[in-house]
Nanobody, 123 residues
Framework: QVQLVESGGGLVQAGGSLRLSCAAS????????MGWFRQAPGKEREFVGT????????YYQDFVKGRFAISRDNAKNTVYLQMNSLKPEDTAVYYC????????????????WGQGTQVTVSS
């Protein structure tokens, strides 16, 4: 069982940056791949990016490539989402998730979810 708690969301102007954190409970955090998803009002939850258990591999959705970066610190049981050059269309609730798969790019790949943190980008 893994419990996830996101933090770091807030209001930022277009072009600004935010770093989201996701703290995980449990002693086996390093055995899970982690993902970030987001859900805008009236839209389905969508994949943002993922990082393997070791941190050696990352994958991103095309719309965030070059702007967002995922990292993890297994000693701190935490995964991060660094978001730069934010756009109003990045406004959404951001969720982290954990999977026992090597890596996951779909919602169905993930077994554990956080409660989400709101990110609002003003124009």
């Amino acid at each position: 069982q893994v419990q996830l708690v996101e933090s770091g969301g807030g209001l930022v102007q277009a072009g600004g940056s935010l770093r989201l954190s996701c703290a995980a409970s449990g002693r086996t955090f390093s055995s899970y791949a982690m993902g970030w998803f987001r859900q805008a009002p009236g839209k389905e939850r969508e994949f943002v990016g993922t990082i393997s258990w070791s941190g050696g591999s990352t994958y991103y959705q095309d719309f965030v490539k070059g702007r967002f970066a995922i990292s993890r610190d297994n000693a701190k049981n935490t995964v991060y989402l660094q978001m730069n050059s934010l756009k109003p269309e990045d406004t959404a609730v951001y969720y982290c998730a954990a999977t026992q798969s090597w890596i996951g790019r779909t919602l169905g790949s993930y077994q554990y979810w956080g409660q989400g943190t709101q990110v609002t980008v003003s124009s």
